[in-house]
C-alpha cells in the first residue's frame, strides 16, 4: 500500500493575456497560435509570485482534505522558477503555511510533479508519513524571452496542489531522464566572480528547440501511458482520464493516438493556460476533480515530459 491523492488544489494570476494581446507587440496571430499549439489565453503574474500561487494552492487543497498544515509530515514542491535559488520553495510554503515537517524542492522541469509523487511514494513505502503535501507552482512568464515570439506565446503561469493520504490508489509509477540540456534551457546567473572566465552575463530566459521537443514529447508519453496502465493491470485504453502535460494540443492529440487512447479523454486546460511547466497535471487535476467529472474507480493516468529530458507517468484507480 502506498498513497490516494485525497484533495486537490490550485491558484492562477488573475490577468488573463489573450494571443490578440500578444500580437500587439510580436509577430504573431491568434490564427497561428490556436493552430499550432490550441493556446487562446495564458494567466500571467503580475503582483503574484511563485510562493503565493504555491500558498494559495495548497490552502484549498488543505481546505478540501479538511486538514490543517501541523498534520502534514513532508512538503515537496516542484519549480522551475522560485522567487529564490535559496531557501527552497517548499520552505516558503511551510513557513506561510506554519507547518512543521521536512520540505524539499525538486527540479525535473515540467516531470517534477511525477518525480515528486515518485518520491512520495518511497517516503509512504518506508512507513515515514501519513500525510503529504505535494505543490508544483511556476511563473514562466518570469524567465520567457518576450522578444522570441517562437516561446513566448507558449507559456504562462500558475500553481497546483495535491495532499497525500496512506492509501492504494496509486497502481504504478515510473520516472526517467535523458540527459541533454541542448533542447531546452534556461542558463543560470553567471556572477560577478573575479576568476570567472566568461565575463558575459548570460539572459536568464527560456531556449527551446520546438520541434526536437515535440518528437521526445509524442514518443515518450504515449510509451509511459502503455507501461504504467499495463503495470497497472489495464489496457490503456481501459483508461477512463488522461491528465498530461500542457505544452501542444497537437502533441496530446498525437500521443493519444499513438497510444490508442479515445482523444476525449484527455483532459484539455492549455487553451485557457498556456503551458505552466510541473503546474499543468496539477492543476489540470484539480479541475477534474472539481468538475465532479472524475468518480472513485475510474482509471487515471498521469504523465509528464519536458526539459531535461525529463518524463514521468502514474497510473491510479480513483478512490
Ligand atoms: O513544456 C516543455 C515541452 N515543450 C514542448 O513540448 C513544446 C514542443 N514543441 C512545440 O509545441 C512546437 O514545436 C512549437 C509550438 C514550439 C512550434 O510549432 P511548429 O509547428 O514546430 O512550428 P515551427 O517552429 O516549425 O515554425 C513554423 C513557422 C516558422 O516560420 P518559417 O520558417 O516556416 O517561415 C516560424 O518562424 O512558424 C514561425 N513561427 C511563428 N509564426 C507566427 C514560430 N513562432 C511563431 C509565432 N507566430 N508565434
Known amino acids: 500500500m502506498s498513497f490516494s491523492i ?4 490550485s491558484a492562477l494570476p488573475k490577468k488573463v493575456v489573450t494571443n490578440d494581446d500578444l500580437a500587439q507587440f510580436l509577430d504573431t496571430s491568434d490564427e497561428w497560435i490556436v493552430t499550432r499549439t490550441g493556446i487562446k489565453t495564458r494567466h500571467v503574474a503580475t503582483d503574484e509570485t511563485t510562493s503565493s500561487l504555491a500558498v494559495e494552492a495548497a490552502k ?6 479538511h486538514l490543517s498544515p501541523s498534520d502534514l509530515d513532508l512538503i515537496i514542491c516542484t519549480t522551475v522558477t522560485h522567487d529564490y535559488i535559496t531557501p527552497s520553495l517548499a520552505c516558503v510554503v511551510q513557513g506561510e503555511l506554519g507547518a512543521n515537517c521536512p520540505a524539499l524542492d525538486i527540479n525535473a ?4 510533479f511525477l518525480y515528486a509523487l515518485d518520491v512520495a511514494d518511497g517516503y509512504f513505502a518506508r512507513g ?4 503529504v503535501l505535494v505543490v508544483s507552482s511556476e511563473l514562466l512568464t518570469r524567465i520567457t524571452d518576450w522578444r522570441d515570439r517562437a516561446t513566448a506565446v507558449l507559456f504562462g503561469d500558475g500553481a497546483g496542489a495535491v495532499v497525500l493520504g496512506r492509501g492504494d490508489a496509486l497502481r504504478s509509477i515510473k520516472i526517467g531522464a535523458k540527459g541533454n540540456p541542448d533542447p531546452l534551457y534556461s542558463p543560470n546567473v553567471g556572477g560577478i566572480s573575479p576568476w570567472r572566465a566568461d565575463k558575459t552575463e548570460p539572459e536568464c530566459f527560456l531556449h527551446m528547440n520546438g520541434q526536437e ?3 521526445f514529447a509524442v514518443s515518450t508519453v504515449s510509451a509511459d501511458l502503455i507501461d504504467v496502465a499495463q503495470e497497472a493491470g489495464i489496457d490503456v485504453s481501459s483508461l477512463d482520464h488522461a491528465v498530461l502535460h500542457q505544452a501542444n494540443l497537437r502533441i496530446l492529440d498525437a500521443a493519444a493516438r499513438k497510444c490508442g ?3 476525449e479523454k484527455m483532459e484539455v486546460i492549455i487553451d485557457e493556460t498556456g503551458n505552466m511547466s510541473s503546474a499543468c497535471i496539477p492543476i489540470a487535476l484539480d479541475r477534474l476533480v472539481r468538475s465532479g467529472r472524475l468518480h472513485s474507480g475510474e482509471w487515471v493516468a498521469l504523465a509528464g515530459f519536458g526539459g531535461g529530458y525529463t518524463s514521468g507517468a502514474a497510473c491510479f484507480k480513483w478512490d
Open 6 to 9: 485525497i484533495a486537490t488544489g
Open 60 to 65: 484549498n487543497a488543505l481546505d478540501m482534505a
Open 109 to 112: 522541469a515540467c516531470s517534477g
Open 128 to 131: 515515514r508519513v501519513e500525510k
Open 213 to 215: 521537443v515535440f518528437k
Open 261 to 263: 487512447l479515445a482523444p
